[in-house]
């Protein structure tokens, strides 16, 4: 891609009839490309690890942006950035967002697309002369991906005084640096990133747009969507320890090989979530065989299973299964088993009368009101353990994310970000009259 190509590609084709209400297709297309431009990938895609300087100069390019939108902008400990626009009274504000980095070589619309949507809605006010009744926020939070540590949703969790200190401290990244290494070199340190839990009684709301990371929109030919809730992840480290030994000299009788325990496993996961629900999913990504040599039996398999569904019973009830067969498959050939729930993070449904209010914004814009789940956590997920919160999905091509393909529409986006600023204003009125 040249240059310039991601915000012509953006513009080529979008529906002008989209530039109303102050809402500018241009100014939207531009701003995507410009991050875009940020730690950008030789194929188009960007690399912004949480607490890299490329994350931060995405913020700091997004903070120049607010400031000259009118919001008065700081950022905390856990390096989350906050604008905050003045309204008309002081009631707690209404609050938009989502994160501006990225998995390795990840795409241009996951994040920067909430938090430009929520800027956009802001610029729209501007450009009208509107003067919300309640302050609105834009913002961006830290280390959303996890791409660093292993662990995502860090600055979202700081903000809510969800994190311990014992969890941060013990983490390290891929190079081995620890935690509070790391948030030092970022101008940080361990206390001022847990001094960043909020008073949550400043927000009164908060939403977010988000690109869907799925299909289910484009099969129905919708712009966007609503999200009925947040599927909470459980994450499982599962390893299985046998006996190593010569590949040759070994006889097949007797052996204690904990890669074909796992094997039995991995296979056997992927037919155990339809027994809970049909949204329940159940995933092996990572393997770690040792010593991982071609004539070696292996002595031990380290592997992750990550299990999701919106109920946070049939969740439950799925990771006590995966347990289960782990234990069996290990039994069968022999070998041992250690199994320890790494994380687990509840589901998060929204609520019915946000919905209910979200429906009648769709249908002022003549849009199908499809709701969906969202089988990713977001930002919007620990927030909205705290305060009312919605979320609204945009399509996403092909349900290509964390890539460089990732793509959405500008039309899409523009859709999105309408009903963020139809939802925005009716909430904050409901705000103001508490
Ligand atoms: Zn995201």
């Known amino acids: 891609m040249g240059k310039h190509s991601l915000k012509e590609k953006l513009l080529a084709g979008y529906d002008g009839a989209l530039d109303k209400d102050g809402i500018s297709g241009r100014r939207l297309a531009e701003r995507l490309a410009a991050l875009s431009e940020i730690g950008r990938t030789g194929d188009g895609g960007v690399n912004r690890p949480g607490f890299s300087d490329k994350e931060k100069e995405a913020k700091r390019q997004v903070m120049e942006w607010l400031e000259e939108a009118g919001f008065e902008v700081r950022h905390d400990g856990a390096g989350n950035v906050i604008g905050r626009l003045k309204g008309e009274s002081?009631?707690?504000?209404f609050a938009a967002g989502s994160h501006v980095d990225s998995v390795p070589n990840g795409g241009n619309f996951d994040g920067p697309l909430g938090v430009l949507s929520a800027l956009e809605v802001a610029e729209a006010w501007k450009d009208t002369g509107f003067v919300p009744q309640v302050p609105y926020e834009v913002i961006i939070?830290?280390?959303?991906?996890?791409?660093?540590?292993?662990?995502?949703?860090?600055?979202?969790?700081a903000m809510t005084g969800d994190l311990d200190r014992e969890k941060v401290e013990g983490l390290s990244d891929k190079e081995g640096r620890a935690f509070a290494e790391v948030v030092e070199a970022y101008g940080s340190s361990v206390?001022?990133?847990l001094g960043a839990a909020r008073n949550l009684g400043e927000i009164g709301f908060y939403a977010e747009v988000h690109i869907e990371q799925g299909k289910l929109l484009e099969a129905a030919d919708l712009p966007a969507g609503i999200v009925k809730g947040i599927a909470g992840p459980a994450w499982l480290d599962v390893a299985f320890h046998g006996s190593a030994g010569h590949a040759g000299n070994t006889p097949m009788a007797g052996r204690r090989d904990p890669l074909v325990a796992a094997g039995r496993f991995v296979s056997e996961v992927s037919s155990l979530p339809a027994l809970f629900s049909e949204t329940a999913?159940?995933?092996v990504g990572r393997m770690n065989v040792?010593?991982?040599?071609?004539?070696v039996i292996p002595e031990q398999v380290e592997l992750t299973v990550d299990i999701r569904d919106l109920d946070k019973e049939t969740r439950d009830g799925l990771v006590g299964k995966v347990r289960e067969t782990a234990e069996r498959c290990a039994a069968d050939c022999g070998?041992?088993?250690?199994?320890?729930?790494?994380?687990?993070?509840?589901p998060v449904p929204v609520k019915e009368d946000v919905?209910?209010?979200l429906r009648e914004v769709f249908g002022e814009m003549d849009l199908n009101p499809m709701e969906l789940m969202s089988g990713a956590g977001h930002d919007a997920m620990i927030l909205g353990r705290h305060v009312p919160m919605a979320m609204i999905f945009v399509q996403s091509k092909d349900g290509v994310s964390h890539n460089p393909a990732e793509w959405s529409d500008l039309s899409d986006c523009l859709h999105g970000v309408h009903l963020l600023k139809k939802f925005a204003e009716r909430q904050m009125e409901k705000i103001a009259g508490e």
Not at 141 to 157: H, K, M, N, T, V
Not at 290 to 295: A, I, Q, Y
Not at 335 to 346: E, F, G, M, P, Y
């Open 355 to 357: 919905r209910a209010e």
């Open 141 to 157: 939070f830290s280390e959303e991906e996890g791409s660093r540590f292993g662990a995502g949703i860090l600055g979202s969790q």
């Open 290 to 295: 040792s010593p991982n040599g071609t004539n």
């Open 281 to 283: 999913v159940a995933t």
């Open 335 to 346: 070998v041992n088993v250690d199994i320890r729930l790494a994380s687990s993070i509840d």
């Open 90 to 93: 002081d009631a707690p504000a």
């Open 191 to 193: 206390d001022n990133f």
